[in-house]
């Protein structure tokens, strides 16, 4: 029988990661691509969606190159993206600006002001409340402070959506993409006009909502060009990067957790009904009849990268890791607060800032590598204890993300934590994204019984006694150092603020085809 295969491609905050899977749900080769983050002011987190497009394209290229895999042997590709990354387009299909990412904190006026006009009604028809996390508060900014690119505005797409359009042109997006938006009813399966309305913006604005195991389109000359792939490739709808992990880490079942080391620390719950808590996130699972409630830390391995490129000139993150085990737990009485963006959970205050606390001259860059490592094992712990007070279940986790791929750093999870964490083979959202997509074609099976069977553990990684013992003493400290900086951190924000009053113009060019055709 001849081999055959599936492509999925991972739209992460920091880059591409590309799989190709057979029928037997084997990664046989994998590609990733870098993009940056652009910061034009204070609080404000960008890309330019094009990024994202050229990743693509050069991750799927390097797999076809590594595999030799014949493009007439891929039966599909299947996308996932950042939740709450949206990409406002004219009516061309092109960029009216740089995409405000879910890192940004631009909007929390807008957040109050939909609080305002509101009130509960947002968390009654969509399971979570205002906060410059959502798309609905991003584009209440974008009309009170660029009139003329909201004068514009004739579509709005997610992150893998845009990208899957420019390939396989395909107006469609799915319903826990549509949840990120905060203007769309998950019970419903709708969007919820009445909020559409408020922001003045036409009903086809929005893309039309499907299941994200469904075909949206097939890759057109274009996108061959810019993959290599077989014009007519089917292209799955796709999902967001979470979910993908959640269901490809096996996590199907209530009761069942993951914790995401990956650019955010994301913490998720199985369960069969959303968390009624407005201080939780609600999102339907890929799966029907459940849900993965849960919370988060901002920035875990952004964390990490951050230090790389400010310390270690683009070293291999195998190599500072590995520098990492020859300082102790503890780091020698350095700690570090990974708020470089304020926080969420516990918090939820956009405004708390980034500290390494305990600096001494016996002290280095090995030092504060796994001070990094330590403080977002702490900021992971503080969150699950937070989820776990408003009544979250975690009786298993599995351990998920880029970041566990660091045998410290995984160890360190665990020290923290206090409980044994279960990794499995495949971390990252491309594989669960290939598993949805060989579903949805019929390559894999539909139940999720038997999908169970494609996933795998590779270890239990348990707590090291001596190790919690330290954690569970600095844990602590951290803890008071948390709340003793947040009135240092408020008043260096307004600091900031008033040094750069004023607000940059948009950094993405305006731009149409030569051949100018309207999207449909």
């Known amino acids: 029988m001849k081999n055959q295969f599936v492509l999925a491609s991972d739209f992460g905050t920091g880059g591409c990661k590309t799989v190709l899977t057979d029928q037997h749900g084997r990664v046989v080769a994998h590609a990733t691509d870098e993009y940056p983050l652009i910061l034009p002011a204070p609080g404000w987190f960008e890309q330019n969606p094009q990024d994202w497009l050229a990743a693509l394209g050069r991750t799927i290229q390097k797999v076809l190159a590594q595999s030799g895999v014949d493009p007439r042997d891929i039966l599909a590709l299947g996308l996932d993206g950042v939740t709450h990354n949206v990409v406002l387009l004219d009516e061309y299909g092109q960029p009216l600006r740089p995409c405000i990412t879910f890192y940004d904190t631009r909007s929390a006026a807008e957040c109050t002001e939909i609080e305002k006009d509101w009130g509960s009604e947002v968390f009654q028809r969509t399971w979570n409340t205002p906060s410059p996390v959502w798309t609905w508060p991003q584009l209440l900014w974008v009309k009170h402070h660029q009139p003329a690119v909201w004068n514009r505005i004739r579509f709005i797409l997610c992150q893998k959506d845009f990208v899957r359009n420019a390939v396989a042109p395909s107006r469609v997006t799915d319903f826990i993409d549509a949840a990120g938006t905060l203007l769309f009813d998950p019970c419903e399966n709708t969007w919820i006009r009445d909020f559409t309305a408020a922001l003045e913006l036409p009903e086809d604005v929005f893309p039309q909502v499907v299941n994200p195991r469904s075909i949206a389109g097939y890759i057109d000359q274009n996108g061959a060009r810019l993959t290599g792939l077989r014009a007519g490739t089917p292209v799955i709808t796709g999902t967001t990067d979470t979910v993908a992990e959640v269901f490809g880490a096996g996590a199907f079942r209530p009761g069942q957790a993951t914790v995401k080391l990956a650019s955010v620390g994301r913490i998720t719950s199985i369960t069969t009904a959303p968390a009624n808590h407005p201080r939780l996130l609600n999102y339907r699972h890929v799966i029907d009849g459940l849900w993965y409630p849960g919370t988060a830390t901002k920035f ?178 951290y803890q008071q150092a948390d709340l003793a900086a947040q009135t240092i951190s408020h008043q260096l924000n307004a600091y900031e603020s008033q040094l750069n009053r004023g607000q940059p113009a948009c950094q993405v060019e305006e731009k149409q085809p030569d051949a100018p055709v309207p999207m449909t």
Request: aromatic share 10%; hydrophobic share 45%; proline share 6%.
């Open 300 to 477: 875990a391995t952004t964390a990490f990268r951050w230090l790389r490129d400010s310390l270690w000139a683009n070293a291999a993150y195998d190599e500072m890791s590995a520098a990492c085990e020859t300082v102790p737990p503890g780091s020698d009485g350095l700690l570090f607060q990974p708020h470089l963006g304020g926080e969420w959970a516990p918090f939820w205050d956009d405004r708390l800032r980034a500290n390494f606390i305990g600096l001494t001259l016996r002290h280095d860059r090995r030092h504060m590598t796994r001070a990094v490592m330590e403080g977002v094992a702490f900021a992971l712990r503080s969150a699950l204890e937070y989820a776990s007070s408003l009544g979250l279940p975690f009786n298993e986790i599995r351990l998920i993300g880029q970041g566990v791929r660091s045998k410290v750093w995984k160890q360190i999870i665990a020290d923290c934590l206090q409980r044994g964490v279960k990794i499995p083979v495949e971390k990252d959202a491309a594989f669960g994204t290939a598993l949805l997509t060989g579903m949805g074609i019929g390559f894999y099976p539909q139940d999720p019984d038997q999908i169970e069977a494609l996933i795998h553990l590779e270890e239990e990684i348990l707590p090291v006694p001596d190790n919690a013992e330290t954690y569970q003493t600095l844990f602590a400290i």
